[in-house]
């Protein structure tokens, strides 16, 4: 986010003077409620234009047996097409027999390992999970939404600490893990994160899966949602946490998730899960229970479409060409509009697909109301905090994928306006 401007700090502003721009502010918002506008960029999906780029998919696969001779269209194969899995390993940078390639959802391999862990407890564990006094998850903040909604569905307590820009707050972690037992895990996205865009280091990683427990068995949920949705040439690699968990003495530590939501379809695409072989086992012992294999179909769909690991670097480049544009113009429109006034903060991501805005504390939730009035749908205030309750109501998540980029444009005018009229009000009150 660049700062320069002409723009004075709000609370510079004299009292006429912030009655002058209150009432400027609330005349522009009136404008926008004539437009009758209907926007929304309250979820991260991918545009109608980056779908379009796997359609190469629909005529495929062009076989029905997978290079050992095997039909894919048969029953079997729990862990997954090898062909796929070879190339998401690459990627992801595991070994071959520490993937596992499930359906389309990596959610869903999350709540299954969550789910197991709960009724069996994992393989280093000393009994089956439901039967602690409690569970904890250390949620960093601001976080994904939806892995606290997972937890509190299933009666998981979170405690928070801070994400910063090189991961999440090491010491904070390590404090509320050492002497806690109930303290069983973590949630962490540690590329391009939700949706601060910030990237875990490789010593924080080594940090987080070297540090002591009261728990033998803590997990540190590694969902790696981002790892390949780079925005710019210069591409972040994720730390290699798998390795650094084993050479810790805690090779069970770490469970990675990543999928191809945001790389072919959202729908129809293919979830991993990797961690130690004996986890991988542990995991699939359980999955027999109830499947009896995934969709190799679209797993060799999948590997025949992209062949190998640059084919899908490739295809990414693709990606980051049609939405690289439009988190340059909500930062465009964000600075012109909001820098100097010292009411709003931003990050201007690398990669990921989302924007964090920050505002004045206590003015989120007015700021999304207000946009909700005339036409413009955002995320709520507080959803990137566990039961979507944001202490310092400041926090507002910007996804500006999927709409065109002239919608983008609009709606960071509405947002501005917003925040603008919010913080002047907000101010206001405070003088009065």
């Known amino acids: 986010m660049t700062e320069q401007s ?6 510079a502003l ?9 009432a400027t502010q609330r005349e522009a918002y009136e404008q926008v409620r004539t437009k009758g506008l209907s926007l929304d960029v309250t979820r991260g999906k991918p545009s109608a234009a980056q779908l379009d780029l796997a359609d190469g998919m629909l005529g495929l696969p062009s076989t029905t047996k997978d290079r050992s001779g095997t039909d894919v269209r048969n029953y079997g194969g729990l862990a997954g097409l090898v062909e796929i899995r070879e190339i998401f390993a690459e990627l992801l940078g595991v070994d071959l027999d520490q993937i596992v390639a499930g359906n389309n959802s990596s959610l869903t391999l999350m709540r299954e390992v969550l789910v197991d862990l709960l009724l069996f407890g994992g393989i280093d564990s000393p009994r089956p999970w439901k ?11 601001p976080g994904y939404d939806r892995h606290f909604g997972l937890l509190a569905e299933l009666g998981i307590e979170m405690v928070t600490v801070p994400m910063r820009e090189d991961g999440p707050d090491v010491e904070a972690v390590a404090a509320l893990a050492k002497d806690d037992p109930s303290v069983k895990g973590m949630w962490l996205v540690p590329t391009y994160a939700n949706p601060t865009g910030a990237t875990t280091t490789q010593e924080v990683a080594a940090a987080l899966t070297s540090m002591p427990t009261a728990a033998p ?27 650094l968990a084993s050479a810790a003495g805690n090779p069970h530590r770490a469970i990675m998730f990543a999928s191809t939501s945001k790389i072919s379809y959202a729908g129809a695409g293919v979830a991993f899960l990797a961690t130690s072989v004996e986890q991988v086992t542990w995991y699939l012992d359980h999955l027999g229970m109830g499947s009896i294999g995934p969709d ?11 062949q190998d690991a ?22 465009r429109v964000l600075t012109e509009r909001l820098a100097g006034y010292e009411v709003a903060t931003w990050n201007s991501p690398t990669g990921g ?21 005339v036409g413009l749908s955002l995320t709520p205030a507080g959803a990137s905090f566990p039961h979507g309750q944001d202490p310092k109501d400041e926090n507002i998540r910007l996804a500006p994928t999927m709409p065109p980029l002239a919608e983008v444009t609009e709606a960071m005018e509405v947002v501005a306006t917003c925040v603008l009229l919010a913080a002047a009000e907000k101010l206001q009150d405070q003088g009065a």
């Open 6 to 11: 002409s723009h004075r700090p709000l609370s």
């Open 14 to 22: 004299s009292a006429e003077e912030l009655d002058a721009f209150a």
């Open 131 to 141: 039967d602690e006094d409690k569970v904890t998850f250390i949620c960093p903040v």
């Open 217 to 243: 068995d803590f997990k540190i949920f590694w969902d790696n949602a981002y790892a390949v949705h780079h925005l710019t040439e210069d591409e972040t690699k994720s730390a290699d946490v798998l390795s």
């Open 296 to 306: 190799k179909v679209n797993h060799l769909r999948h590997a025949e479409f992209f």
């Open 310 to 331: 640059d084919g899908v670097r490739a295809h990414m480049r693709k990606h980051a060409e049609i939405i690289a544009p439009k988190f340059a113009e909500l930062d």
């Open 353 to 373: 697909y989302f924007v964090n805005l920050d505002v004045l504390p206590g003015t989120a939730s007015r700021v999304v109301a207000l946009a909700k009035e």
